[in-house]
């Protein structure tokens, strides 16, 4: 297969500085997806994986236009941290249109595994907080909650791996797009 026979990949991390999104064990959401889209960037440019991103690395740039380029690609991922009142809530989980399920269950897969947590499965998209966001209605994306922030046992296992856990979707990723 040719690079040009490729799927387009879109990577986008959820919150910003305008929106920081929720916060556990004194840390932003916007802070920890910035990373990790970042990280998991540099693992698939290692791979010669192409992608496009939603702003320079350690930049976001509006929902707005991520949702833009989102739609403009085959594959687009969005990541975010799930919250809870209650901080024994766990897991990873993924929403999107019915598209993107069976991709959106092998992400969990692979974070569940990697960082030792709960899998809550691929849901539509009208499950979760992040219900009907324009990033998968109108952008055909698939949102990944990488864990409850509101949970330190899941920060924890999350700092530890992040590198792990960008190598093994950035493994995951090569092998959809090369398909």
């Known amino acids: 297969m040719t690079k040009s026979a490729m799927k387009s990949i879109f990577i986008s991390a959820g919150h910003s500085h305008t929106d920081p999104g929720a916060s556990g064990s004194g840390v932003r959401e916007a802070d920890i997806v910035l990373e990790f ?6 693992a698939l440019e290692a791979r010669g994986v192409p992608f496009t991103r939603d702003g320079r690395e350690g930049e976001n740039l509006p929902l707005s236009q991520a949702v833009k380029m989102a739609a403009e690609a085959d ?3 969005e990541f975010h941290c799930n919250a809870f009142s209650n901080p024994s809530a766990s897991g990873v989980e993924t929403l999107s249109g019915p ?3 069976e991709l959106g269950a092998r992400i969990c897969e692979v974070v569940s595994k990697t960082l030792g947590i709960r899998n809550r499965g691929a849901k539509d998209e009208a499950s979760g907080q992040h219900s009907r966001l324009a990033f998968i209605s109108h ?12 949970n330190p046992d899941d920060m924890v296992k999350y700092q530890r791996r992040k590198m792990t856990l960008a190598e093994e979707l950035a493994d995951l990723l090569e ?3 090369r398909a």
């Open 75 to 77: 594959i687009a991922i």
């Open 139 to 150: 952008g055909r994306g698939i949102i990944v909650e990488l864990f409850f922030i509101s």
């Open 37 to 42: 889209r970042d990280l998991l960037a540099k």
């Open 99 to 101: 598209e993107h399920l």
């Open 175 to 177: 092998e959809v797009v």
